[in-house]
């Protein structure tokens, strides 16, 4: 399912006190871009904090995955824009694609999974469905290897050291 546009939820510019000492963005400042563009995203589908207030839901961050992609320099304009790409009855998984305002250039992507005390509301939850996209291959994740971890190994000399060294 693919909605017609991503939903613009933040903008900014990057301060000097946000770099670190080569002019690069820090990148807590990342993650701080995608909880400022979760509150909009949120809002813009009927979820703001008054409507939160008033449906009695409480929300959290169940976790975060960025992939960062390019580098942000101290003065850059970024842009962050955001869709829902999975709606569970109690969760949600945002997409944000934080990009340099300049030039279009996707700088970061971030999913983040919102999580409900409460079943989502009919309205909030129709809005998101009809927004909802796909996520981009470029903000999947990826690794470098092989998902098991060494303990479970095929490679008898590596599983067996790790067995010797733990008695």
């Given at each position: 399912?693919?909605?017609?546009?991503?939903?613009?939820?933040?903008?900014?510019?990057?301060?000097?006190?946000?770099?670190?000492?080569?002019?690069?963005?820090?990148?807590?400042?990342?993650?701080?871009?995608?909880?400022?563009?979760?509150?909009?995203?949120m809002a813009s589908l009927g979820l703001g904090p008054r409507a939160q207030r008033a449906s009695?839901?409480?929300?959290?961050?169940?976790w975060d995955h960025v992939r960062y992609l390019h580098e942000f320099r101290v003065v850059d304009?970024?842009?962050?824009?955001?869709?829902?790409?999975?709606?569970?009855?109690?969760?949600?998984?945002?997409?944000?694609?934080?990009?340099?305002?300049?030039?279009?250039?996707?700088?970061?992507?971030?999913?983040?999974?919102?999580?409900?005390?409460?079943?989502?509301?009919?309205?909030?939850r129709a809005r998101a469905e009809a927004a909802r996209m796909t996520l981009p291959a470029n903000?999947?994740?990826?690794?470098?290897?092989?998902?098991?971890?060494?303990?479970?190994?095929?490679?008898?000399?590596?599983?067996?050291?790790?067995?010797?060294?733990?008695?």
């Open positions: 399912m693919s909605s017609p546009s991503l939903i613009p939820t933040f903008s900014t510019a990057v301060n000097t006190w946000q770099c670190d000492e080569n002019d690069h963005l820090n990148v807590q400042f990342y993650t701080e871009f995608g909880h400022e563009a979760q509150a909009h995203l009695e839901i409480n929300l959290g961050v169940a304009a970024v842009e962050v824009l955001s869709a829902p790409v999975e709606i569970g009855e109690r969760d949600l998984t945002a997409y944000h694609e934080i990009r340099n305002a300049s030039d279009g250039t996707v700088a970061a992507t971030m999913r983040r999974r919102i999580a409900s005390d409460k079943p989502w509301p009919p309205p909030f903000a999947s994740p990826r690794s470098v290897g092989a998902l098991c971890p060494i303990w479970c190994s095929p490679m008898p000399r590596a599983r067996d050291w790790l067995r010797s060294a733990a008695r």
